[in-house]
């Protein structure tokens, strides 16, 4: 119940494409949902964030859609940049004194050219 | 970058030995934590320390054993590890006040156990 699962694995899209990421959970209790990105040699540095009593943050060329009927959330990256390429993580957490945060696995995104 | 150093950057190590990661925040948070990143697999937290009070994941051996002597600084003690503990040991740091938790990562350490 404390998983997140986040597809796809791996995605390839072409200069100015929209890549979309999913994930799922299964825990109705979680109401913070944050997104990490992650470069070669670094670690994971929040992108964006959004708590479940609104439907869509945008920050940016980033936005989150969170559809919590579904329990779903995903991030969307308009006109995607070559930069952009790195691995996105989607996160959930609950309320509590020290806010545990449970990972997706990870999504290896490559904006090519 | 984020405020959050970690020390060594790699290591390499035999299952006999003893060493030491160090991680250091100068970002004035309360909070700290150990994850560990292995490929293609969910970054896993291994242990949290609050307001100075430990938190720990049940699932993460004895061999591993964290110690944070104030807000700033956090050690992951290591002994006689296996080789499956090969991967990325990351720290993060956040402000715990109730409202949302910003984690921030250091670069991390690359572990090699031989």
Redesign the interface.
């Known amino acids: 119940q404390q998983q997140?699962k986040q597809s796809p694995?791996s995605l390839i899209v072409q200069k100015g494409g929209i890549p979309i990421i999913n994930c799922a959970y299964e825990n109705t209790a979680f109401d913070?949902f944050?997104w990490?990105q992650q470069f070669p040699?670094?670690?994971?540095?929040?992108l964006i964030?959004i708590?479940p009593d609104v439907s869509e943050k945008k920050e940016g060329r980033f936005t989150i859609s969170f559809n919590k009927s579904a329990k779903q959330f995903s991030l969307h990256i308009m006109d995607s940049q070559p930069g952009d390429s790195a691995t996105y993580?989607c996160a959930a957490?609950l309320?509590g004194?020290?806010?545990?945060?449970?990972?997706?696995?990870?999504t290896q995104l490559t904006v090519l050219p | 970058e984020?405020g959050?150093t970690q020390t060594p950057r790699h290591l390499v190590m035999g299952m006999t030995n003893k060493k030491s990661l160090k991680c250091e925040q100068h970002l004035g948070h309360n909070?700290m934590y150990w994850y560990k990143q292995s490929a293609?697999?969910?970054?896993e937290?291994m242990f949290?320390y609050?307001?100075e009070?430990r938190?720990e994941n049940n699932s993460v051996p004895s061999r591993f054993s964290p110690e944070c002597p104030n807000s700033s600084h956090l050690f992951l003690h290591l002994h006689t590890l296996q080789p499956e503990d090969s991967a990325l040991y990351?720290c993060?740091s956040?402000q715990?006040q109730?409202g949302?938790?910003?984690?921030?990562?250091?670069?991390?350490t690359r572990l090699t156990v031989t």
């Open positions: 997140v694995q913070y944050p990490y040699g670094k670690g994971p540095a929040l964030a708590r993580f957490s309320s004194s020290a806010r545990q945060l449970t990972f997706g696995s990870g | 984020t959050v909070a293609k697999k969910p970054l937290l949290v609050s307001l009070e938190v990351l993060a956040s715990d109730g949302w938790n910003e984690q921030y990562f250091g670069p991390g």
